[in-house]
């Protein structure tokens, strides 16, 4: 158990279209990423929230958005999904007690 | 900059082989080490972690030492079983920011 939960686990969109991935950890998580992992590749780094605010951000294009809020609970939106936006969306949630960084099950996303 | 080299795969062993999936690292400063697993299908899992030079990591059979004065984090096992078939990551983050940075990945599989 991570502490870590992610939705949806799954989801279709059409290419165009938009989305909105979430991901809530428990108190004590202060800082939040997220990761993109397609198939077969490790995950690279989209781009990370303190406190609310953006504080890293790796190399993807601004369509790639994100909000942390204060109940610790974030989201990521694509806008104008491309079909190489299909993958795992993976967030991770840093534990400052635990020096520890967890992540949840992932949100499989296709676009078609 | 920071970066993380990992074995390349697929590694295939006999159930209970030894197993070491070596690891070696580039960082400026002193990261923190971890090795994370994934089973097919699934997000990523903490396996084990070490925060400072000479710190052992272990968890469920496996191990890595955090050696500074060769820059390695190598994952060993000294008996793996089939449920162990996975792929397993190395990677780094440096305190000021918890971004993790990721080898490649190195598939494992376990035949009976």
């Known amino acids: 158990e991570t502490g870590v939960t992610q939705s949806p686990t799954h989801l279709i969109k059409t290419r165009g279209q938009q989305v909105t991935l979430r991901c809530s950890s428990q108190s004590g998580h202060n800082t939040v990423s997220w990761y993109q992992q397609a198939l077969g590749q490790g995950p690279q780094f989209i781009f990370q929230y303190y406190r609310e605010e953006e504080n890293g951000r790796g190399n993807f294009p601004p369509r790639f958005s994100g909000l942390q809020f204060p109940n610790y609970s974030s989201e990521l939106n694509v806008n104008a999904l491309e079909l190489d936006d299909s993958a795992l969306y993976l967030c991770?949630?840093?534990?400052?007690?635990?020096?520890?960084?967890?992540f949840g099950e992932g949100s499989w996303l296709t676009v078609v | 900059g920071d970066s993380v080299t990992q074995m390349e795969g697929p590694v295939t062993l006999s159930e209970e082989a030894c197993l070491t999936i070596n690891c070696t690292y580039t960082a400026t400063g002193y990261p923190s080490l971890f090795w994370y697993v994934q089973y097919p299908g699934e997000g990523l899992q903490l396996l084990l972690k070490a925060t400072k030079a000479d710190d052992k990591g272990s968890n469920k059979g496996f191990e890595a030492t955090y050696r500074k004065e060769t820059t390695s984090f190598h994952l060993e096992k000294g008996s793996v079983q089939v449920s162990d078939s996975a792929v397993y990551f190395c990677a780094l983050t440096m305190d000021s920011n918890y971004q993790l940075i990721w080898g490649a990945g190195t598939k494992l599989i376990i035949k009976p």
């Open positions: 991770a949630s840093y534990h400052r007690e635990g020096n520890t960084i967890y």
